[in-house]
Each structure stands twice: as structure tokens, then as C-alpha cells.
């Protein structure tokens, strides 16, 4: 047998490659692991869609961590019991508040463990830093992907693609996937004005019915789709975050399985 050090080195090569390889094509590309990506990713999992979440950083959850203020708890309202329940995530009602208080760090950790258990692939390190469409009519077929190292160190380096019958902007405040449109494809008409000051009811409320198909083969969920129509920005509370992802996967399961989730 060859040294420790190869056979790691090789093992590690192998089963990249071989996980890449069925990657490439896959049902469903989301965009961030934040709350809203999480949670699509398991109710797209669960249905039996190839899923893959690509996030840029080499960790969970998005703005989950930083909680309140950097204050380990969030909160969330009724709307989220069904999800919480589903990913067996702990919560405490507070009666004089009409709320649900929750560790963010359990909200994080459960809410990657659910959407891993039930069949999504979740690669950090790669940010998606362009689309592949095509034109008459327009869609989208994929994303353009580079190590977020690379990024990170200005390297002039072409990148690789990831084909997919749907793509999810789930990248928070930046809808950076969102924006790239915008930029490169003016002709789409597509704006991103950037959320609106906060009003949490309103907020939340509308986060999650403006959650969606935004053209053909691109979805959009969570804090992007307040950046996408202008709402009003609602702080930690995860509930609109939570039931977005889910409303997000729904409609694409809906559009390429022909089904309700
Ligand atoms: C790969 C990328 C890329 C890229 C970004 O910000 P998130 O937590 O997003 P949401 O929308 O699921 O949740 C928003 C919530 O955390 C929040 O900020 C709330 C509720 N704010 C309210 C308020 O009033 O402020 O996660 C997005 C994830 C992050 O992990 C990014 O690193 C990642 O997407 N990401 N990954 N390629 N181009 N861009």
C-alpha cells in the first residue's frame, strides 16, 4: 500500500471528483446557505430534486449567527412552528411578547443538518459569480462558479459551470445573483433597488408572498426578495426567512415536478 499521505491525498480527490461530476448537472442550484437556502434546500431534497447549495463562506447560516445584535437568541412567530417542528428545532414562548425565542446557533446547525439529511449536497468555499442563460426565449440554465479563495485573492482565473433546471438567489441583503442580472443583461429590465427601513409586520408579511419565480429558471427567497421589490427590512426575526425558503421550493417543485410539495 502507498503512504498515509497519498492514499489521503488521493481519497479525497476521488470522492471530490466523483461528487463534482454528478453535481454538474443538477435539478436545483441555491444560492446561499443562509435561512431562506436552508430551508428550500430540504423541502427540495425531501421531494426527490438533485439539490445543491453553494456557499461563498466556509460556514452555515448566514445572518443567523450574528443574531440579535450579536445577542445569541432570534425570534420567530406562529407561521414557523410548522417549519421548526419539521426540523426538530428547540423554541420558548415568551406569552407578554406573543413570540418564540430560539439559539441562533441551533437554528443554524438544524437547519443545515434537515436540509443534509434529507438529500441536499452543501459545498462551501464556491461563490456563484455569474449565470448561464439562454437567449428567445431567455432562461436560466445554470450558474458560473469559482472558489471563493480565488476571489478573495484578485487572481485573474477562469471559471467552471453547473447546470440546472432552476437557480435560487438566496444571498441575503446583496441579491447578488440579482444584481449580476441587472448588470449584464440590462435588456431583462430587471432593478434592485435595495430594501425598504424596517417595518417588521409588513415586512414579514410580504417577504414571503413576493417569494418566487422571478424569470424562467431563477427563483428568489428570503432577504433578496426585499432587496428585488423594496420591502420593508423586519430584523431578527426568522419566521418570513424560514417560510419564504419553503414557499420558494414549493413552487419550483411544483414547476418541474408538475406536483404540490
Ligand atoms: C455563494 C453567497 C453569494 C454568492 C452571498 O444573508 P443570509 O442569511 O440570507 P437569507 O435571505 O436567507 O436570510 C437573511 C437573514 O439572515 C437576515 O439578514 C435578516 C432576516 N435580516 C433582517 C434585517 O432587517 O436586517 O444568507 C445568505 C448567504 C450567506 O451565507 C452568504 O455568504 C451567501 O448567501 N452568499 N454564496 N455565492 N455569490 N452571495
Do not use: C
Not at 97 to 109: F, I, N
Amino acid at each position: 500500500m502507498t503512504s498515509l499521505e497519498s492514499r489521503i491525498a488521493k481519497a479525497i480527490w476521488r470522492a471530490t471528483a466523483d461528487d463534482w461530476l454528478k453535481l454538474t448537472d443538477s435539478d436545483v442550484v441555491i444560492v446561499g446557505a443562509g435561512p431562506s437556502g436552508l430551508t428550500a434546500a430540504k423541502y427540495l431534497a425531501q421531494s426527490g430534486l438533485h439539490t445543491l447549495v453553494l456557499e461563498k463562506r466556509l460556514s452555515f447560516g448566514g445572518g443567523i449567527g450574528g443574531g440579535g445584535m450579536l445577542l445569541h437568541k432570534i425570534v420567530v412567530d406562529d407561521r414557523a412552528l410548522p417549519i421548526l417542528k419539521e426540523f426538530g428545532i428547540k423554541h420558548t414562548y415568551a406569552p407578554e411578547y406573543g413570540l418564540y425565542t430560539l439559539d441562533s446557533s441551533e437554528l443554524m446547525a438544524k437547519l443545515a443538518a434537515g436540509a443534509i439529511d434529507a438529500g441536499a449536497k452543501v459545498i462551501h468555499g464556491v461563490t456563484v459569480e455569474d449565470l448561464v442563460i439562454r437567449e428567445n426565449p431567455f432562461r436560466v440554465e445554470g450558474v458560473v462558479v469559482q472558489w471563493s479563495a480565488v476571489h478573495i485573492s484578485s487572481l485573474h482565473v477562469d471559471p467552471l459551470f453547473i447546470s440546472s433546471k432552476a437557480v435560487v438567489d438566496a444571498t441575503g441583503h446583496d441579491a447578488e445573483v440579482l444584481k449580476v442580472l441587472e448588470r449584464k443583461n440590462p435588456s431583462l429590465g430587471i432593478k434592485i433597488p435595495g430594501e425598504r427601513s424596517a417595518y417588521s409586520e409588513a415586512g414579514e408579511r410580504a417577504v414571503v408572498e413576493m417569494s418566487g419565480k422571478v424569470l424562467n429558471g431563477l427563483y428568489v427567497a428570503g432577504m433578496a426578495v426585499a432587496s428585488l421589490n423594496q420591502l420593508y427590512r423586519m430584523g431578527p426575526i426568522f419566521s418570513g426567512m424560514l417560510a419564504s425558503g419553503r414557499k420558494v421550493a414549493e413552487e419550483i417543485i411544483k414547476d418541474l415536478r408538475g406536483v404540490h410539495a
